[in-house]
């Protein structure tokens, strides 16, 4: 167990819909990190967020945003979804801020299918 | 551009057999390199990573030797056990730009 988790464990939803998936990053970690997993695009980095600000920006997508509130958990909005969306989305947390990359700890994902 | 490739999985091996999986990139500059295992149902975990030019990272008995020369990171380990049945990912950082590049990733299954 990483410390970090992430809800809900599953999601099904149809296309043109909007979600949202929520991380909790381990007690005291200010950096969380974005990630999708699909078959068609591999492992991307989406977006990270430190201690409440965006600090670098991956392959996301116009119609995805995310931010990370007071408390340090973390919300990835998904909007006008599409088939192609359909993804494991994983979060992860470091103490860390520039030098994150070295030490993540990654949650168990939140399955996203679009149908 | 920036590029990760990774040797086509799946790839199959008996318990205490020698592995490499071939890990390549393109890149301008000194990036990092990493290696991470992704455990069945779980997320990713570091398994190891190199900053610069031949250093060699290790870990759990796996080694990677980053090699400017050839572009190349490859992950090898002298004896497999049936836990590190896994899929095992390549990645390159540009740690300036906080860009971090995944190859496609290697699927290992280790036979008793």
């Known amino acids: 167990d990483s410390g970090v988790t992430q809800t809900p464990k599953h999601l099904i939803t149809a296309t043109g819909q909007r979600v949202t998936l929520r991380c909790s990053p381990r007690?005291?970690?200010?950096?969380v990190y974005w990630y999708q997993q699909s078959l068609d695009q591999g492992l991307q980095f989406l977006i990270q967020y430190y201690n409440g600000e965006e600090r670098a920006k991956g392959n996301i997508l116009e119609r995805f945003s995310a931010q990370q509130f007071p408390d340090l958990h973390s919300e990835l909005n998904l909007s006008s979804l599409e088939l192609g969306d359909s993804a494991l989305y994983f979060c992860?947390?470091?103490?860390?801020?520039?030098?994150?990359?070295?030490?993540?700890?990654f949650g168990p994902g939140t399955r996203l299918t679009v149908l | 551009g920036n590029s990760v490739t990774q040797m086509e999985g799946p790839v199959t091996l008996s318990e205490e057999a020698f592995l490499t999986i071939n890990c390549t990139y393109t890149?301008?500059?000194?990036?990092?390199l990493f290696w991470y295992v992704q455990y069945p149902g779980e997320g990713l975990q570091l398994l190891l990573k190199?900053?610069?030019?031949?250093d060699k990272g290790s870990n759990k008995g796996f080694e990677a030797t980053y090699r400017k020369e050839t572009t190349s990171f490859h992950l090898e380990k002298g004896s497999v056990q049936v836990s590190d049945s896994a899929v095992y990912f390549c990645?390159?950082?540009?740690?300036?730009?906080?860009?971090?590049?995944f190859g496609s990733g290697t699927r290992l299954s280790i036979r008793p």
């Open positions: 990645a390159l950082l540009y740690s300036s730009a906080s860009k971090i590049i």
């Open positions: 190199a900053t610069k030019a031949d």
């Open positions: 007690s005291g970690d200010l950096s």
């Open positions: 992860a947390s470091s103490p860390l801020g520039d030098r994150g990359w070295d030490e993540q700890f």
């Open positions: 890149a301008t500059g000194y990036p990092s």
